[in-house]
T-cell receptor, first 115, second 112 residues
Framework: KAGVTQTPRYLIKTRGQQVTLSCSPI?????VSWYQQTPGQGLQFLFE???????NKGNFPGRFSGRQFSNSRSEMNVSTLELGDSALYLC??????????????FGEGSWLTVV | DQQVKQNSPSLSVQEGRISILNCDYT??????FLWYKKYPAEGPTFLIS?????DKNEDGRFTVFLNKSAKHLSLHIVPSQPGDSAVYFC???????????FGKGTKLSVKP
C-alpha cells in the first residue's frame, strides 16, 4: 500500500509570492493534516481536513490555507510568502478524524525555501 | 507554553546498549501518546503508541512506558543499533486537542 505522497519535494520561492503544496493520503484514509517543521519551533499543527471540510486549525495566520478534494487529496497554500515561512511542510493522513487514539502517518514533506 | 517536553536535545549510546528517551507532558487530558522517528530530509515514521489505559506497550526492540501520575513517558530501545540514529519525537493527543502535540525531539546517536 502506497504511503502519503507529497509534491513537490523541494522548492524555492521569492518573498511575496505564493505557493501550493499537494498531498495524496494513504488509500482509504479520509483525514489529511498539515504540519510545519522548523528548527526552532519543532512540528506545529496547521490544519486538518476530513471529508472535504476543515475540522481543526492551528495558530497560523490566514495566509496559510488548505482544501481537500472528494478523493481525499489535499492542497495547502501559503500566500504572500515571508522569509520565516521557510520550513519543511509535512502532510499526514489517517483513517479517522482527529488524533484521538488515532495513528497518523506522515509523508516525506515538502521543503520550502523563501529567499 | 509547551505541553509536551523532551528535555534532552541529544543522547549518545553505544551499540548493543539500551537507549532511553524521555518525554514529559503537562495536560492531564492527554490520553494517547505516540513516538515517531525522523531521519534528515524525510518525514516522521510512526514507531509505537500507547493509550492512557495502559502503562506499557512493546513492539520488538521498542517499549514505551507511561507513568500517568508523573505525566511522563519513555521509549526504550534494546538493543540499540547504529540504524536507530535519528531524531525521536514524542507526541500526544486528547482533551480539547484534536491534533497531535509534538515535543521538540531528541537526537539519538548510536555509536558502533
Amino acid at each position: 500500500k502506497a504511503g502519503v505522497t507529497q509534491t513537490p519535494r523541494y522548492l524555492i520561492k521569492t518573498r511575496g509570492q505564493q505557493v501550493t503544496l499537494s498531498c495524496s493520503p494513504i488509500s482509504g484514509h479520509r483525514s489529511v493534516s498539515w504540519y510545519q517543521q522548523t528548527p526552532g519551533q519543532g512540528l506545529q499543527f496547521l490544519f486538518e481536513y476530513f471529508s472535504e471540510t476543515q475540522r481543526n486549525k492551528g495558530n497560523f495566520p490566514g495566509r496559510f490555507s488548505g482544501r481537500q478534494f472528494s478523493n481525499s487529496r489535499s492542497e495547502m497554500n501559503v500566500s504572500t510568502l515571508e522569509l520565516g515561512d521557510s520550513a519543511l511542510y509535512l502532510c499526514a493522513s489517517s483513517s479517522l478524524q482527529g488524533a484521538f487514539g488515532n495513528t497518523i502517518y506522515f509523508g516525506e514533506g515538502s521543503w520550502l525555501t523563501v529567499v | 507554553d509547551q505541553q509536551v517536553k523532551q528535555n534532552s536535545p541529544s543522547l549518545s549510546v553505544q551499540e548493543g546498549r539500551i537507549s532511553i528517551l524521555n518525554c514529559d507532558y503537562t495536560n492531564s487530558m492527554f490520553d494517547y501518546f505516540l513516538w515517531y522517528k525522523k531521519y534528515p530530509a524525510e518525514g516522521p515514521t510512526f514507531l509505537i503508541s500507547i493509550s492512557s489505559i495502559k502503562d506499557k506497550n512493546e513492539d520488538g526492540r521498542f517499549t514505551v512506558f507511561l507513568n500517568k501520575s508523573a505525566k511522563h513517558l519513555s521509549l526504550h530501545i534494546v538493543p540499540s543499533q547504529p540504524g536507530d540514529s535519528a531524531v525521536y519525537f514524542c507526541a500526544a493527543s486528547g482533551g480539547s486537542q484534536g491534533n497531535l502535540i509534538f515535543g521538540k525531539g531528541t537526537k539519538l546517536s548510536v555509536k558502533p
